[in-house]
């Protein structure tokens, strides 16, 4: 039995499905159709925001299409009840063809195909007219949504999201402080402003008290702290002010004050073989003794003079220097920057992609609000969004942290190259950090007491590994078995 199809619907809930109803079976009628002939597909959904997998009607429609292999006409009463869309109402205009299924469109009224199946071109012209304007209705009903949002907003009310902790909402979704949670906002200001409480100890005091939950200490003491930062508590438009501009700045006063400030580096503790020397043999690292003035493998004993050590540290990056001054190296330069710049670009196209998947996610927020979507599909919707996003967050980092090494690289071989101060001109913090530019690791093998051999290894590429011996009693270094001049310093003592 032929059967056609009677496609219906509306984008909101406030719309009635009845009327189009009753016009589209009319029209089935009076070409001859029975009711038994007639499939009834009806739903109320978005025919902006969905896609065309999303959106239930169209797939039903492809489905009774494809199965049935009986349908010979599909009865629209526009073609914005198909969808707004212009590619998804292309998209069914071919696949109707395909199927060689008449599209009866009621206004404008106009069918697709000829009375042979085959396709009509000046009913095309007034399906791509039909079609542009159904597109831009749902643009500016789009512009107009967003307007509301704007006006809503201007005029102090809640637009969606999450509610600044110390106010609640009035019945005209307006801002309004909330009276217990502000006192507890007043409380944390007057004890912190005492100046007989940190931070910590207001919120295990709260904590103790059963006035906040969070059981974490280090999660309590954050939740202080974010009230006592945050500006919007006397400085907003939305929310009326809980406490005084005078209050929060003398709150901003002490937090600077107490602020653990990180340590200072002195010079007397810095060693240019830190973290970079190993022992050869079992490659464990090679810790610092200053009473002995040595390093040491703690394992094992082994040691090595300190002061020698230094010394071929110092003279092993002038010479990686000077490589740098006398090789041609523009062209690594250019290379790392091309590269670097495409990282860059790489990282700024997931600021795109990022804000992209947060509109996904912002328009699943408005579906729901003006009932365009389930709460079933709109979480798993947002499940999904949640996890791209996540990837994307994760792949960001990865990316992010290879582009800042790719910068420390080349940061150390401009700044090798265009630094035209010997090693030994440097502040002992600047020829730690330029050891560590020029000197990936060293390896330390131990020959006899006071005679050892040092294996280094460069960052630049260009330059081969060197093996020097160490003799720390005659303060010799040597290199293929020639002593090499070498400025050897003293700046640690042996004290037992």
């Known amino acids: 039995m032929k059967k056609v199809i009677a496609l219906t619907r509306v984008s909101t809930l406030s719309q009635e499905l009845e009327s189009q109803q009753v016009k589209v079976i009319s029209a089935i009628h009076a070409d001859g159709y029975s009711d038994d002939e007639i499939i009834s597909i009806s739903n109320k959904e978005s025919g902006v925001l969905l896609s065309e997998e999303e959106m239930l009607g169209l797939d039903q429609l492809k489905k009774e299409i494809i199965e049935r292999q009986t349908i010979e006409a599909v009865y629209v009463f526009e073609l914005s009840r198909v969808a707004r869309q212009a590619k998804i109402l292309y998209s069914i205009r071919d696949f109707l063809i395909q199927n060689?299924?008449?599209?009866?469109?009621?206004?404008?009224?106009?069918?697709?195909?000829?009375?042979?199946?085959?396709?009509?071109?000046?009913?095309?012209?007034?399906?791509?007219?039909?079609?542009?304007?159904?597109?831009?209705?749902?643009?500016?009903?789009?512009?107009?949504?967003?307007?509301?949002?704007?006006?809503?907003?201007?005029?102090?009310?809640?637009?969606?999201?999450?509610?600044?902790?110390?106010?609640?909402?009035?019945?005209?979704?307006?801002?309004?402080?909330?009276?217990?949670?502000?006192?507890?906002?007043?409380?944390?200001?007057?004890?912190?402003?005492?100046?007989?409480?940190?931070?910590?100890?207001?919120?295990?005091?709260?904590?103790?008290?059963?006035?906040?939950?969070?059981?974490?200490?280090?999660?309590?003491?954050?939740?202080?702290?974010?009230?006592?930062?945050?500006?919007?508590?006397?400085?907003?438009?939305?929310?009326?002010?809980?406490?005084?501009?005078?209050?929060?700045?003398?709150?901003?006063?002490?937090?600077?004050?107490?602020?653990?400030?990180?340590?200072?580096?002195?010079?007397?503790?810095?060693?240019?073989?830190?973290?970079?020397?190993?022992?050869?043999?079992?490659?464990?690292?090679?810790?610092?003794?200053?009473?002995?003035?040595?390093?040491?493998?703690?394992?094992?004993?082994?040691?090595?003079?300190?002061?020698?050590?230094?010394?071929?540290?110092?003279?092993?990056?002038?010479?990686?220097?000077?490589?740098?001054?006398?090789?041609?190296?523009?062209?690594?330069?250019?290379?790392?920057?091309?590269?670097?710049?495409?990282?860059q670009k790489k990282l700024n196209n997931y600021t795109v992609l990022e804000k992209e998947i947060k509109t996904k996610i912002d328009r699943i927020e408005e579906r729901i609000i003006i009932g365009k979507i389930s709460p079933e599909k709109a979480a798993a919707l947002e499940t999904r969004f949640e996890k791209e996003l996540k990837e994307l967050s994760v792949s960001r980092q990865k990316d992010s942290e290879l582009i800042t090494i790719l910068e420390k690289n080349l940061d150390a071989i401009r700044g090798s190259y265009e630094d035209d101060r010997t090693i030994y001109e440097l502040s002992l913090e600047e020829q730690y950090e330029r050891v560590r530019q020029e000197i990936e690791k060293v390896w330390v093998g131990r020959v006899k007491n006071s005679h050892y051999i040092l294996r280094v290894k460069y960052k630049n590429p260009l330059i081969d590994g060197q093996i020097y011996e160490i003799y720390s009693k005659q303060k010799r270094i040597t290199y293929g078995g020639k002593t090499v001049k070498i400025k050897i310093i003293e700046r640690i003592k042996r004290r037992r």
């Open 100 to 343: 060689k299924v008449q599209l009866v469109c009621l206004n404008p009224n106009f069918r697709m195909l000829r009375e042979d199946k085959t396709f009509d071109e000046s009913s095309n012209v007034i399906f791509g007219l039909y079609c542009s304007l159904a597109e831009n209705e749902g643009f500016i009903r789009k512009q107009r949504f967003k307007r509301g949002k704007e006006k809503a907003k201007a005029e102090g009310k809640f637009i969606g999201g999450k509610v600044l902790f110390g106010y609640t909402l009035d019945k005209d979704n307006h801002f309004i402080i909330h009276e217990e949670n502000s006192k507890l906002i007043k409380r944390i200001y007057n004890l912190y402003l005492s100046g007989e409480y940190s931070a910590r100890q207001i919120s295990d005091m709260l904590y103790k008290e059963g006035t906040i939950r969070q059981t974490s200490e280090k999660t309590r003491e954050m939740f202080v702290c974010k009230i006592l930062k945050n500006r919007k508590y006397f400085d907003n438009t939305l929310y009326p002010a809980i406490i005084s501009e005078g209050e929060w700045n003398s709150a901003q006063e002490l937090l600077k004050k107490y602020q653990v400030k990180p340590r200072r580096t002195y010079e007397e503790n810095i060693y240019l073989g830190h973290k970079i020397l190993f022992v050869d043999e079992n490659s464990r690292q090679m810790m610092v003794c200053k009473p002995d003035a040595s390093y040491v493998e703690p394992v094992s004993g082994f040691h090595v003079n300190i002061n020698m050590v230094d010394s071929l540290l110092l003279y092993c990056t002038e010479y990686s220097g000077e490589f740098h001054r006398k090789s041609d190296i523009e062209d690594i330069i250019k290379k790392q920057e091309e590269k670097r710049i495409s990282m």
